[in-house]
């Protein structure tokens, strides 16, 4: 769909957007330290940088009233496409402005139009020419799996991502899960260099046409391999294949998609893997963050009748049987319970599951405007000084990663398959299986 359309589509509910600020706050905060839910207001600091400025914006430039500039496209840039915006609004207005379907359909109008900032363009180029963002050959990408061996064909589908493809110093966690399942008697198949971008960045970045061709050559892939299964250790991935890849209409059948986390979840459930207590005081209570794509993300995108009915000469009503892509049916619990197999005590941090605040390692942003993710990360870091723990653990390997850079002494950033690894026996002798929580 081209983007000049999308955008015209949305333009009823853009329109509909009453300025009224609630997409830059929690919506129940417990702080005002802490009351931000969007990192670009952060760092734009006036309202242009917020999701009902952009729609503004958006509006202006379909309905032909404004003009690009350098300033509006900073501005957009900025945007870490979190969809905290999205959460929040839909708390006071459920389905009817519905921000971040508006801020997908304006960055694909900004490609459409020719005006993609040339950092976006960039990124775009290497996932053409290499298959990831980063430009990393293609041969390095599974270096990892060396002497490990894969089915051609089997009915669970490895799925590693590009982020942790190229991170030497996860290799080894990687390696040893993998092992572990493949030791629980899991066939595996695994794609390899031929393991491409899953396409959530294209769309991010407004390059739906990519987008949908990146999705469609993997679910080719997928098919080829006979797999019903795909376990994915991305959090990009998982959100592009539960949320984005219906948005496409892209047909994936009978297919499965589940992230690393509930994948191993269900493999302890089941007897046939579990989790030793992880050893050491530092783990004893830890902080957890829930990452944009793994979390209110990936709920799974379900296409509704969001037209409205105006009512009484002025309200709006809704003809949906039921709001949807509230963002509370993300993958929020799986990573906590794993925390739990090892006897880890979790502590939430102020902004939590789908009112999480996002690290700014996505959408672009630190790539085009370092310093705005650099701001986020720091804003999210400021939250772990109002806890017990001096442990920040991530599920997802970009954050992990982002936040790490920005950390301070003695606060530290964790990635999650950097505890598991240690932790993780194939059986069940004499280790408790915790009960899950839902």
């Known amino acids: 769909m081209p983007g000049g359309n999308l955008l015209d589509q949305r333009l009823a509910a853009m329109d509909r957007c009453t300025r009224c600020s609630q997409c830059?706050?929690?919506?129940?905060?417990?702080?005002?330290?802490?009351?931000?839910?969007c990192p670009s207001i952060d760092f734009v600091e006036y309202h242009a940088g917020s999701a009902s400025g952009q729609l503004i914006m958006a509006s202006g430039i379909a309905h032909g009233e404004i003009g690009y500039t350098p300033e509006l496209l900073d501005t957009i840039s900025a945007c870490t496409m979190c969809g905290a915006c999205d959460t929040a609004c839909k708390v006071n207005f459920a389905e009817i402005v519905e921000p971040l379907?508006?801020?997908?359909?304006?960055?694909?109008?900004?490609?459409?139009?020719?005006?993609?900032?040339?950092?976006h363009r960039e990124i775009m180029e290497r996932i053409a020419e290499t298959g990831n963002a980063q430009g990393r050959a293609r041969s390095e990408r599974a270096k990892w799996a060396t002497g490990?061996?894969?089915?051609?064909?089997?009915?669970?589908?490895?799925?590693?991502?590009?982020?942790?493809?190229?991170?030497?110093?996860?290799?080894?966690?990687?390696?040893?899960?993998?092992?572990?399942?493949?030791?629980?008697?899991?066939?595996?198949a695994y794609l390899g260099q031929n393991e491409g971008s899953c396409g959530m960045l294209a769309w991010d970045l407004g390059y739906h046409d990519q987008a949908r061709t990146l999705a469609n050559a993997f679910v080719r892939q997928?098919?080829?391999?006979?797999?019903?299964?795909?376990?994915?250790?991305?959090?990009?991935a998982i959100s592009a294949f539960r949320s984005i890849y219906p948005r496409m209409g892209i047909d994936t059948?009978?297919?499965?998609?589940?992230?690393?986390?509930?994948?191993?979840?269900?493999?302890?459930?089941?007897?046939?893997?579990?989790?030793?207590?992880?050893?050491?005081?530092?783990?004893?209570?830890?902080?957890?963050h829930d990452t944009c794509k793994l979390g209110r993300l990936t709920e799974p995108y379900q296409r509704a009748d969001y037209a409205l009915t105006k009512e009484m000469g002025g309200i709006y009503t809704s003809r949906s049987p039921e709001a949807l892509n509230f963002s509370r049916n993300g993958i929020y619990e799986a990573p906590r319970a794993l925390l739990r197999q090892m006897e880890i005590e979790v502590e939430e941090l102020e902004r939590n599951r789908e009112?999480?605040?996002?690290?700014?390692?996505?959408?672009?942003?630190?790539?085009?405007?370092?310093?705005?993710a650099k701001m986020a990360a720091r804003n999210r870091l400021d939250e772990l000084k109002e806890t017990e723990s001096q442990v920040m653990v991530s599920a997802c390997g970009n954050c992990a990663h982002h936040l790490g850079k920005h950390t301070r002494a003695p606060a530290i950033v964790v990635d999650l398959i950097d505890i598991l690894a240690p932790s993780i026996v194939v059986g069940?002798?004499?280790?408790v299986v915790h009960e899950r929580v839902e």
């Open 148 to 188: 490990l061996t894969f089915s051609n064909r089997a009915e669970v589908l490895l799925h590693v991502g590009s982020v942790l493809s190229y991170d030497m110093s996860k290799h080894q966690s990687l390696r040893t899960i993998v092992e572990a399942v493949q030791k629980a008697g899991v066939p595996l």
């Open 355 to 372: 009112f999480s605040y996002c690290c700014g390692a996505q959408g672009g942003v630190k790539e085009t405007i370092p310093a705005a």
């Open 253 to 288: 059948g009978d297919i499965r998609f589940l992230h690393f986390t509930e994948y191993l979840l269900e493999m302890t459930e089941m007897g046939r893997l579990s989790l030793k207590k992880a050893c050491g005081h530092i783990w004893q209570k830890v902080a957890f």
């Open 101 to 119: 379907e508006g801020l997908y359909a304006f960055r694909a109008r900004i490609v459409a139009d020719g005006q993609s900032p040339k950092r």
């Open 428 to 431: 069940a002798a004499n280790v």
């Open 24 to 37: 830059k706050f929690v919506p129940v905060p417990k702080s005002r330290a802490h009351m931000s839910a």
């Open 222 to 236: 997928v098919r080829q391999s006979g797999a019903k299964t795909v376990v994915t250790f991305s959090s990009s």
